[in-house]
């Protein structure tokens, strides 16, 4: 038998969208484009740098995209990148903000003075219904929406409407519908889970601030009585039915104490495999004036802020190592991106950002009106310059979050750049995913 050629023979180059980083005396790669590690031993990435890998190696590695045919035209194809992945796609996940109503009394309230007894309407219901109708074009094979408020359970009987019609529509076209809450916990009772499965409900994430005297601080009913133990009996009493992701905000001066929330959970019996996910975030600085003040102060508009990057890896360490399950490092694609992903507001106005909603001069149209050309007004192309092109995080940031930048400077031209946060966690974020989820290497 002829001897196999070795990789030098294979027109195939290291991708540029990679990073290296060193594990004792092995090393860790990772595809900033496909969301792919591996861990390689010294003599195979040796291997990899000089171009003698085996070629069934070099199959695997080119595979999950470390390497590619040639990285000066993938470089050369990345201002593509984002229209290919919108072509390609078959998912439309539209966001519905069905009131700005609420039975809490959050002293953060990102709502702020929007906030007030404003509901949808059943003929602003119905156009939503057909906007969502003519999105579903021939390539989509499933739908999700997502239902926010406010407390989108105040509006229980419109999500049942929206959902019972929408479901028939997609079910009728072979699409798989579902959908999600965005919901404080405190009304998402069994009964209502039970109601609200069989019309495709599959998850929602629930809010707890920390542990119960720092959440009920943060997040009490309007009579100011706390609301921690109702959402954690919500969670026990329907985590059988939905998946339950949890979400918690935290600030400077409290973070260290999440981690506390984490262990009485599993001590209330709501253990990892009772829970999809959980993720902890920053407050954020909002751009509502009128806001309270001690959220103006405490709220974060950078994610490259040193005490964040600390928390944020800090944090990601204590979920991880207790079992609970957290997202992963993946590409970035900012819903402004989407082409087809819209989030609606209660009264049809159209947005491509949940947090820009409501803000003056970023409504891209209306459901009785349709929709206005954005890509000015929203920057669209903002990462299509040499410097994002060049850089290796690019899948990971397309020019970073939009609405910081508004946050930061009260406009969107330039990008949000994640240098100095992805240069401070990446490597971590992978070590951390290695540890406590990678079966160990033989
Ligand atoms: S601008 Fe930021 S907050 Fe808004 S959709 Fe994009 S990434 Fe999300
Ligand atoms: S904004 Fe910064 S991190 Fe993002 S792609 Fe551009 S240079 Fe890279």
């Known amino acids: 038998m002829s001897p196999l050629p070795r990789f030098s023979l294979l027109p195939m180059q290291i991708s540029h969208y990679i990073k290296v980083y060193p594990l004792e005396d092995r090393f860790v790669l990772f595809s900033t484009k496909r969301a792919s ?24 590695l080119s595979g999950l995209g470390f390497l590619v045919p040639d990285a000066k035209e993938e470089r050369a194809a990345m201002p593509g990148f984002l229209d290919e992945a919108n072509a390609a796609s078959t998912h439309l996940n539209t966001i519905v903000v069905l009131n700005l109503d609420c039975n809490l009394s959050c002293r953060y309230c990102y709502e702020g003075t929007m906030k007030g007894r404003s509901y949808m309407d059943q003929e602003t219901a119905d156009l939503f219904v057909r906007h969502v109708e003519s999105s ?16 989108p359970l105040l509006s229980l009987k419109l999500i049942k409407y929206i959902s019972s019609r929408i479901k028939d529509i997609a079910e009728s076209k072979g699409i798989i519908y579902t959908f999600t809450l965005v919901t404080n916990g405190t009304l998402l009772t069994r009964g209502v889970a039970e109601e609200l499965a069989p019309l495709g409900l599959k998850g929602a994430k629930v809010t707890l601030d920390g542990i119960k005297p720092n959440h009920d601080k943060y997040r009490p009913y309007k009579s100011g009585k706390g609301s921690f133990d109702r959402i954690v009996q919500n969670i026990k009493d329907t985590c059988d039915i939905i998946r339950i992701g949890i979400g918690g905000n935290f600030e400077k ?9 984490l262990d009485y959970l ?12 959980v993720k902890f975030d920053p407050i954020t600085r909002t751009h509502n004036e009128q806001a309270p003040a001690d959220f103006k102060d405490v709220g974060c508009d950078s994610i490259n802020e040193p005490w964040l990057i600390e928390a944020g890896v800090v944090l990601r360490e204590e979920i991880l190592k207790r079992g609970y399950n957290t997202p992963k ?42 929709l206005r050309q954005y890509g000015e007004s929203h920057n669209l192309d903002n990462w299509k310059n040499d410097e994002c092109l060049g850089c290796e995080y690019l899948p990971l940031c397309f020019g970073g979050c939009r609405y910081m930048k508004y946050l930061r400077d009260g406009d969107l031209s330039g990008v949000d750049c994640k240098r100095p946060y992805l240069d401070a966690t990446l490597e971590t974020f992978l070590k ?11």
Do not use: W
Request: aromatic share 8%; charged share 25%; with cysteine.
């Open 253 to 261: 001066s409290n973070y260290t104490s999440f981690p506390v929330l």
């Open 136 to 151: 579903l074009t021939p390539r989509k094979k499933s739908l999700n929406i997502d239902f926010y408020g406010g407390e």
């Open 329 to 370: 490092v993946s590409p970035a694609i900012c819903m402004i991106d989407i082409h087809d992903d819209f989030v609606v507001n209660h009264d049809g106005a159209l947005y491509k950002c949940p947090a820009l909603i409501g803000t003056s001069g970023f409504e891209v149209g209306d459901l009785r009106i349709g």
């Open 266 to 277: 599993a001590e209330e019996g709501l253990t990892p495999g009772k829970i999809s996910s």
């Open 432 to 442: 951390q995913d290695i540890k406590y989820r990678m079966r160990p290497l033989s």
């Open 37 to 60: 590690s591996v861990v390689l031993d010294r003599d195979m990435y040796d291997s990899v740098k000089d171009g003698s890998l085996s070629p069934e190696d070099a199959q695997t």
